[in-house]
């Protein structure tokens, strides 16, 4: 749901179906807070991470949650970071199996650095699409500093905007445009 104030502000209860959200932050607590939200709700989660599932699942609380880890080791649930065509199929099946699917994509700083950026874009745009498509929401953190300033404008371009300043509390946060730019504000429950 997105309420307009009169002052440029837009508030936002949850996160919309069909949106991919990119989350410009160092490390990814906002994502988890937001992803883990939303499968508290009762939304079937998946999470693809850099990061050792058990640690992952313990850390957020995350006990429900299919995890598929991003590592050259072989494996149940590992998925090998170059392998982009069994990714976007393990994301796809999983949004084709589940009404309101919940996609934490945890490791793009890893997936550039093993693919380069260009197939990194490539398989971002194949998500965007099956996310909209299939009616579910996707989150992926992002320390903006591994990539140059057009690359960032070119991720920036089809996805939902979360800047690195965001605080989010709960499942409310809000907007507000201030000097051209979109600024992210903490916000408490009301």
Not at 14 to 20: F, N, Y
Not at 69 to 82: A, D, R
Request: aromatic share 6%; proline share 4%.
């Amino acid at each position: 749901m997105v309420h307009t104030s009169g002052c440029g502000v837009v508030e936002v209860d949850t996160l919309l179906p069909g949106a991919v959200y990119l989350v410009e932050e160092k490390t990814p607590e906002n994502s988890y807070e937001l992803f883990s939200a939303s499968v508290s709700e009762g939304k079937p989660g998946l999470v693809i991470t850099r990061d050792y599932p058990p640690d992952i699942r313990r850390n957020y609380s995350l006990p429900d949650c299919l995890i598929q880890w991003l590592t050259h080791l072989v494996g149940e649930n590992h998925i090998n970071p170059t392998s982009l065509g069994l990714l976007l199929s393990r994301v796809a099946n999983f949004i084709n199996r589940n009404s309101q699917a919940m996609v934490l994509l945890d490791g793009m700083e890893y997936l550039i650095s093993q693919n380069g950026y260009d197939r990194i874009l490539h398989f971002i745009h194949q998500v965007r699409d099956m996310i909209i498509t299939g009616e579910g929401t996707m989150i992926m953190p992002l320390d903006i500093r591994v990539v140059d300033n057009r690359e960032l404008a070119l991720l920036e371009r089809n996805l939902e905007i979360i800047e690195q300043s965001a605080k989010i509390r709960g499942r409310r946060f809000t907007f507000e445009l201030e000097d051209g730019l979109l600024k992210v504000l903490k916000t408490t429950e009301r």
